[in-house]
C-alpha cells in the first residue's frame, strides 16, 4: 500500500489564474473525494468520483471541476482563482462508495 | 445550525490525562468517522463506527445512534497526542459531512 499521495504540497498562484492539484489514490482504490478546508474550519465536500464518473457535487460553482484517470488517479482544476479560494485541498480515496477513506496530506494553494 | 457540532473546540490537558471529545450530528447517518489532523494538514482516519464502540490502543470512540452522538476518548494522554481531532459523518450520499474539529494541547 502506498497510500494517497498529493502534488504539489504547496503552491502560490495569482487571481484570475487556473490551477491543477492532483492526487493518486491508494492502490486499489476506485473511489476519490476532494475537500476544500479553509482555515480554522472542516473541510467541506468539492465532489467525489466514482469509477471515471463524477458521482455527487457539494455547493461548489463550475469553475471547479474535475476528473478521474482510467488508474483511478483525480485531478482538481480550478478556474478563474479567487481570493477565497486559498485553503488546504485535501483527497480521499476509498474502496468503493460507502467504505473507510484514506487522505491524503492536502496541498495547500494560497491565492493572492 | 451545522450539521456536526464538536464539543470542547479547544482543549489542554496535562500529560497522563483521560480526554474525552464529543460529537453530535442531526442527520441520518451510514457511518461516523473520528480523524486526526497534524499542523502540516494531514489527515489520518482514527475510526470508522456505524454502531457500539471501537478500541485501538489507547483511543475508544463510541456511539449512540438513537442519541446521534459520539465520544472519542484518549487514555493515558500523551504530548503526542496533540493535534486536531475531527468527527464527519457520512450519509446516504457518501460524502463526508465535517465537524470544524477540536483542537487538543497535551502539555508534558
Known amino acids: 500500500e502506498t497510500g494517497v499521495t498529493q502534488s504539489p504540497t504547496h503552491l502560490i498562484k495569482t487571481r484570475g489564474q487556473q490551477v491543477t492539484l492532483r492526487c493518486s489514490s491508494q492502490?486499489?482504490?476506485?473511489?476519490v473525494s476532494w475537500y476544500q478546508q479553509a482555515l480554522g474550519q472542516g473541510p467541506q465536500f468539492i465532489f467525489q468520483?466514482?469509477?471515471?464518473?463524477?458521482?455527487g457535487r457539494g455547493n461548489f460553482p463550475p469553475r471547479f471541476s474535475g476528473l478521474q484517470f482510467p488508474n483511478y488517479s483525480s485531478e482538481l482544476n480550478v478556474n478563474a482563482l479567487e481570493l477565497d479560494d486559498s485553503a488546504l485541498y485535501l483527497c480521499?480515496?476509498?474502496?468503493?462508495?460507502?467504505?473507510?477513506?484514506?487522505f491524503g496530506s492536502g496541498t495547500r494553494l494560497t491565492v493572492v | 445550525k451545522n450539521e456536526v457540532e464538536q464539543s470542547p473546540q479547544n482543549l489542554t490537558a496535562q500529560e497522563g490525562e483521560f480526554i474525552t471529545i464529543n460529537c453530535s450530528y442531526s442527520?441520518?447517518?451510514?457511518?461516523l468517522h473520528w480523524l486526526q489532523q497534524h499542523p502540516g494538514g494531514g489527515i489520518v482516519s482514527l475510526f470508522m463506527?456505524?454502531?457500539g464502540k471501537k478500541k485501538h490502543g489507547r483511543l475508544i470512540a463510541t456511539i449512540n445512534i438513537q442519541e446521534k452522538h459520539s465520544s472519542l476518548h484518549i487514555t493515558a494522554s500523551h504530548p503526542r497526542d496533540s493535534a486536531v481531532y475531527i468527527c464527519?459523518?457520512?450519509?446516504?450520499?457518501?460524502?463526508?459531512?465535517f465537524g470544524k474539529g477540536m483542537k487538543l494541547t497535551v502539555n508534558p
Open positions: 492502490s486499489g482504490h476506485n473511489t
Open positions: 442527520v441520518g447517518i451510514s457511518a
Open positions: 464527519a459523518v457520512q450519509g446516504g450520499s457518501e460524502k463526508l459531512v
Open positions: 463506527l456505524s454502531s
Open positions: 468520483y466514482y469509477r471515471e464518473e463524477e458521482n
Open positions: 480521499a480515496s476509498s474502496l468503493e462508495t460507502g467504505t473507510g477513506y484514506t
